[in-house]
């Protein structure tokens, strides 16, 4: 949600910001080709007054400023997706803001299509869990698209061509007294390659955009997320939690015709099935595997995290193959992509944007990417999450699993946040399609206790 001061990166000065305190659509479907009575006109005039002061109540409820900044502490290194970075040296801060603001920012937009069925033309207020499962699907899509360590850079987008870059640095060189012909030629040659290099990465990164799009042909945009949620007994406006939105976008990637190689498992009842896992990524041969994304629902406690769990949580982030945490604070879900001492580092879905038309040939990224990254004390963590693991093929998964298991082995000394099994799970056993189960069993070493978690929130179990 905007307070009056937040604007929207490239946003114009001269943009009225009370437009940016829109919280939910209180618009009145009209036959096209009707004109609106003067009373239709007052209840919407009212409507949207009333969206407006409950916008800037949220405002103030959540505190939310677009360049609003945490302290980060340089006697302790940043842990951000498995890559330290020292602060104390300026060369490792840049690079950590140059990867923090790599990564995709999905926030509440307003303005787009109506969703199927309602009216709503905005998910601010009610779709943030939804949008910080577009952020962590999105780091997998990255890992997998993309090449180890690519960031993303704006710099580009300030030229037309390579010749653009190649006549500046020829420029450069002649006004630094250097042989023109001879700087050219040693340039070109390192610009064009680069140039050359960089130019599929940022249309494959503007492609994985556009993938989360707000409109109705988007493969991972709020409108199919909120059709495929439906099967769940979601609708637009309802609250969507970590568990549910799991299993939206396994439907999403299992549905999507540009991920042919890319697969989304959900464990059940906190247990990885390896069967289930191997049948979902097995290929005749000579073909490989295909990538995984996992997703882990868990409860780490009750009302309140446990905090025995702390540690695990910590130790998965310093993972590789870990793709963040859909989690957050009660009722405010925020997604985990690092660390820093007792700090857990996160993006924030809770600042309403335009929708941008992603038709367009060029459309503006700016507002996909946050520069200002923010931490909260690790013990304000919501048990309530769904953890997400990437492994590119069969012996990456191999790895996942043993340095998984390692951190897991350092959790709570009871029971361990989840585990890795043999064999298939029950649904698959029973061939039935039901998201979850009431009964679930939780190992400890060679031993397992049943449990019942029927009366449990958001079909997690509780640890």
Request: proline fraction near 5%; hydrophobic fraction near 35%.
């Amino acid at each position: 949600m905007n307070p009056p001061s937040a604007r929207c990166e490239g946003q114009s000065p001269a943009d009225d910001p009370m437009d940016d305190w829109l919280f939910l659509s209180t618009e009145s479907a009209c036959p096209q080709g009707l004109d609106v009575s003067r009373t239709d006109q007052d209840t919407e005039d009212r409507g949207q007054l009333k969206s407006k002061l409950i916008s800037a109540w949220n405002s103030v409820k959540y505190g939310w400023s677009l360049k609003q900044k945490s302290k980060f502490s340089k006697s302790s290194p940043v842990i951000m997706f498995g890559q330290s970075y020292d602060l104390k040296d300026h060369g490792e801060r840049e690079r950590f803001r140059r990867c923090f603001a790599s990564l995709l920012w999905l926030t509440y937009r307003r303005g787009f299509s109506q969703l199927a069925g309602c009216s709503l033309t905005t998910d601010s207020g009610w779709g943030c869990v939804l949008r910080t499962g577009q952020m962590l699907l999105a780091q997998g899509l990255l890992l997998h698209l993309m090449p180890p360590g690519w960031t993303w850079s704006v710099s580009h987008h300030a030229v037309k061509d390579d010749m653009d870059l190649l006549v500046s640095r020829s420029t450069d060189s002649a006004e630094h007294g250097l042989d023109v012909k001879e700087g050219s030629s040693k340039r070109s040659r390192k610009l064009s390659l680069g140039s050359l290099l960089d130019r599929p990465m940022e249309a494959t990164h503007r492609r994985v955009v556009s993938w989360f799009a707000d409109h109705p042909s988007a493969p991972f945009g709020i409108h199919q997320l909120v059709e495929l949620g439906k099967s769940s007994g979601k609708k637009a406006g309802d609250w969507y939690g970590p568990s549910i939105v799991a299993h939206i976008l396994r439907k999403a990637v299992a549905a999507s015709a540009d991920l042919p190689n890319l697969v989304v498992y959900v464990a059940q009842d906190c247990t990885v099935y390896l069967e289930d896992v191997k049948r979902l990524c097995e290929r005749p041969a000579p073909q490989c595997w295909k990538s995984l994304i996992i997703l882990v629902p868990v409860r780490l406690g009750g009302q309140d995290l446990n905090p025995s769990y702390i540690t695990c949580v910590k130790k998965l982030l310093t993972l590789q193959c870990c793709i963040g945490i859909i989690g957050g604070k009660p009722k405010h879900s925020l997604f985990f992509v690092g660390f820093q001492e007792d700090h857990l580092l996160y993006l924030d879905p809770h600042y309403c944007q335009p929708t941008v038309d992603i038709t367009k040939e060029n459309f503006p990224l700016e507002s996909f990417h946050c520069k200002y990254p923010r931490k909260m004390a690790v013990s304000r963590m919501d048990p309530s999450c769904t953890i997400g693991f990437y492994a590119k093929g069969q012996k990456d998964f191999e790895s996942l699993c043993t340095v998984v298991n390692e951190a897991l082995s350092t959790s709570a000394q009871t029971y361990p946040m989840f585990i890795f099994a043999e064999g298939k799970s029950q649904k698959e056993e029973e061939g039935t399609s039901k998201p979850t189960n009431n009964i679930t069993y939780i190992q400890r070493k060679s031993e397992r206790r049943r449990v019942d978690t029927s009366s449990s929130m958001d079909e997690f179990v509780l640890l």
